[in-house]
């Protein structure tokens, strides 16, 4: 079933890293951690109560106490002191479900430790309170299209994610992600003020693209690329952006597919009737597929893993998550390259 395989395959990540092994790290000011030193063969982990020997760690996970904010006795003090001292290190900043940050997580362990490469370095912070504010936002029913901006109030959140994000600045990373399509509808209030790069999901599967080199399946026409996603993301508007900017035409699918097809899709899974969500999402690539589109784009978490592996459809359709973890690995290991040269 679908999603027993998805949450066998994060309850073997979790495993990775045992709760049992989280401490507090009260000299330096910040909330409870798990570190561990993984690699494909082998995972050790460590409690340490010194922050020198805590800096050796390669990957850092934290988890907030589940009330939205992280109490101010437990954040990071101002000193300059950090979790970790790696050139490339990766700040991932969770989002809507952990399950989808620690899918991330895991194609970042395993892509970067391929042909017996150390593993990157990362910090991980996950926020159960955020994850239920995203969810009501991305369950949020409506089909009007005509606001470029999710109409809810997203102060809250935002500023959350400012939080989390300073967090994860202050704790060592040195590049900031988010495993979450809907956060990245406010992916330029979230960065606002980070010195860091602060990678956009959007923009790495609009570039994957482009190196792609795709031809129009039609004369005459730009190459076209189908979204599929929840109304939320869609709304959101930032994956029309930035494939538009990179020359694409943008197919999405028309309101009664949405009514008919997409929304059904969701609720089938909600109801369990994995048989019934699969059967609409290949109704719906196929509505898209139809208006000649080279490719789709599956923007959302509910839509992957649904289709099996050996589905001639999945062929045409590609996870942009893939594209930033891909763009993830890129930045950490050219930076890894100038440290090396210096």
């Not at 995203?134 to 369950?139: D, M, P, R, T």
């Not at 600045?169 to 990245?184: D, F, K, T, W, Y």
């Amino acid at each position: 079933m679908y999603t027993e395989s998805l949450a066998f395959r994060s309850s073997q990540l979790l495993g990775m890293f045992d709760g049992g092994m989280a401490v507090s790290f009260h000299k330096l000011n910040c909330p409870p951690i798990l570190a561990g030193n993984t690699n494909k063969t082998r995972t050790q982990y460590r409690t340490r109560s010194n922050p020198s020997v805590a800096m050796l760690q390669s990957s850092i996970l934290v988890q907030s106490d589940g009330g939205g904010n992280m109490p101010e006795s437990k954040k990071i003090s101002s000193s300059g002191t950090t979790l970790t001292g790696c050139s490339n290190t990766v700040g991932i900043l969770g989002g809507v479900s952990v399950f989808s940050t620690l899918i991330f997580l895991e194609k970042l362990v395993w892509w970067s430790s391929r042909d017996s490469e150390e593993c990157l370095p990362f910090v991980v912070c996950n926020d159960p309170a955020l994850n239920r504010e995203l969810q009501f936002h991305s369950s949020f029913p409506s089909l009007d299209r005509k606001n470029a901006r999710i109409q809810l109030n997203h102060g809250p959140i935002v500023d959350n994610l400012r939080c989390k994000r300073a967090f994860l600045e202050q704790s060592g990373a040195r590049c900031i992600v988010m495993p979450c399509h809907l956060s990245h509808a406010w992916h330029g209030e979230i960065s606002e003020g980070c010195s860091l790069p602060f990678l956009h999901v959007g923009e790495c599967v609009a570039r994957e693209l482009k190196e792609a080199k795709l031809k129009p399946l039609e004369a005459g026409t730009d190459v076209r690329i189908g979204v599929l996603a929840t109304d939320a993301t869609l709304k959101a508007g930032f994956y029309q952006e930035k494939l538009q900017d990179q020359g694409f035409e943008v197919v999405l699918p028309d309101k009664a597919t949405m009514e008919h097809i997409v929304i059904p899709t969701i609720e089938s899974l909600n109801r369990k009737d994995i048989e019934g969500a699969r059967n609409l999402l290949r109704v719906a690539i196929h509505v898209l597929l139809v208006r000649a589109v080279n490719t789709v784009i599956l923007a959302s978490d509910e839509m992957q893993g649904l289709l099996p592996r050996d589905d001639p459809l999945l062929k045409k359709c590609i996870n942009p998550m893939d594209a930033l973890a891909r763009s993830t690995i890129k930045w950490a290991q050219s930076t890894e390259k100038v440290r090396e040269k210096t």
